[in-house]
């Protein structure tokens, strides 16, 4: 199964820069998407096909994707950027969904 | 838009069956592939399988660690999704959601608020 590795944890001082990066072999060949998680609510989208936000996403909010690495950028990150954040991608060798493990994103 | 709503989760003894059903409002659901995933209590989220809609026959696809086990159907004349579970294992044990995309390679833009199953003696 296709693995995509993501950091467990990734802090940052409010109003400053939040990377989240997600690593798989050759991603850059891959769609990317990224999830944003609050607790006790379902996932929303925050970034689709490596770098577009949909409707409702602050422009914060960007996303780019090359090589083996796939990054989740936040800037200015305010409180309510807290969540947990999850890329995801399709998997043809598996037909089949491939998650990262997830980053809690805290701002401090 | 799409609305979607799970139903049918509940406790179950492990080996046993469960139900959990979709229901979505909002848009041509037809159109759609749908998705179920899961997410263990303090774990990250996981895809379970999808059915894919019917201009592709309504084909499904599973993780390894449900193929064999759970079952994707759908009924688009009432804009329903089910997911049949069985011989459920303790591991099971997760919120499920259902989400909405359009093809494989998409993203989810739609999902439910999921429906708790938990699988215990």
């Known amino acids: 199964s296709y693995e995509l590795t993501q950091p467990l944890s990734v802090s940052v001082a409010l109003g400053q820069t939040a990377k989240i990066t997600c690593g798989g072999k050759n991603i850059g060949s891959k769609n990317v998407h990224w999830y944003q998680q609050k607790p006790g609510q379902a996932p929303v989208l925050a970034i689709y096909r490596d770098s577009n936000r949909p409707s409702g996403i602050p422009e914060r909010f960007s996303g780019s994707n090359s090589g083996n690495t796939a990054t989740l950028t936040i800037s200015r990150a305010q409180g309510g950027d807290e969540a947990d954040y999850y890329c995801q991608v399709w998997d043809s060798s598996t037909a089949g969904v491939a998650f990262g493990g997830g980053t809690k994103l805290t701002v401090l | 838009e799409v609305q979607l709503v799970e139903s049918g989760g509940g406790l179950v003894q492990p080996g046993g069956s469960l139900r959990l059903s979709c229901a979505a409002s909002g848009s041509t659901f037809t159109d759609h592939y749908m998705d179920w995933v899961r997410q263990a209590p303090g774990k990250g989220l996981e895809w379970v399988g999808r059915s894919r809609n019917k201009a592709n026959s309504y084909s499904t696809e599973f993780a390894a660690s449900v193929k064999g086990r759970f079952t994707i159907s759908r009924d688009d004349s009432k804009n329903s999704l089910y997911l049949q579970m069985n011989s459920l294992k303790t591991e099971d044990t997760a919120v499920y959601y259902c989400?909405?995309?359009?093809?494989?390679?998409?993203?989810?833009?739609?999902w439910g608020q999921g429906t708790l199953v938990t699988v215990s003696s």
């Open positions: 989400a909405s995309t359009k093809t494989d390679f998409d993203f989810w833009d739609y």
